[in-house]
Nanobody, 122 residues
Framework: QVQVVESGGGSVQPGGSLTLSCAAS????????IGWFRQAPGKEREGVSC????????NYVDSVEGRFTISRDNDKNMVYLQMNNLKPEDTAVYYC???????????????WGQGTQVTVSL
């Protein structure tokens, strides 16, 4: 059974840092890519970053490029999202998901976690 569990959310001030963790288990053939998505109140869920478990290739949405870093530890079945220089507009529920395609579009991702809240405010 494929399972995805996020952790590491919290509240920080602007300019602060957080690291989100994604524990992925029970891999299926259509779960090579791990993606991070976020959804702010009243907004659509958007892709933030993704990484291929096999190649390690990464991708980022423009708004986080240079501030966020995605990484993987295949031995531990973990994916991390290091978030630096956080801004109030980064406030959202962050979701980890697994899918077959290296993309920031949410529709191909089949397996989703429950989400973890990130709040950036003074």
């Amino acid at each position: 059974q494929v399972q995805v569990v996020e952790s590491g959310g919290g509240s920080v001030q602007p300019g602060g840092s957080l690291t989100l963790s994604c524990a992925a288990s029970g891999f299926a053939r259509d779960s090579n890519v791990i993606g991070w998505f976020r959804q702010a109140p009243g907004k659509e869920r958007e892709g933030v970053s993704c990484i291929s478990r096999r190649s390690g290739n990464t991708n980022y949405v423009d708004s986080v490029e240079g501030r966020f870093t995605i990484s993987r530890d295949n031995d531990k079945n973990m994916v991390y999202l290091q978030m630096n220089n956080l801004k109030p507009e980064d406030t959202a529920v962050y979701y980890c998901a697994m899918g077959p395609i290296w993309t920031l579009e949410k529709s191909p991702y089949k397996y989703w976690g429950q989400g973890t809240q990130v709040t950036v405010s003074l």
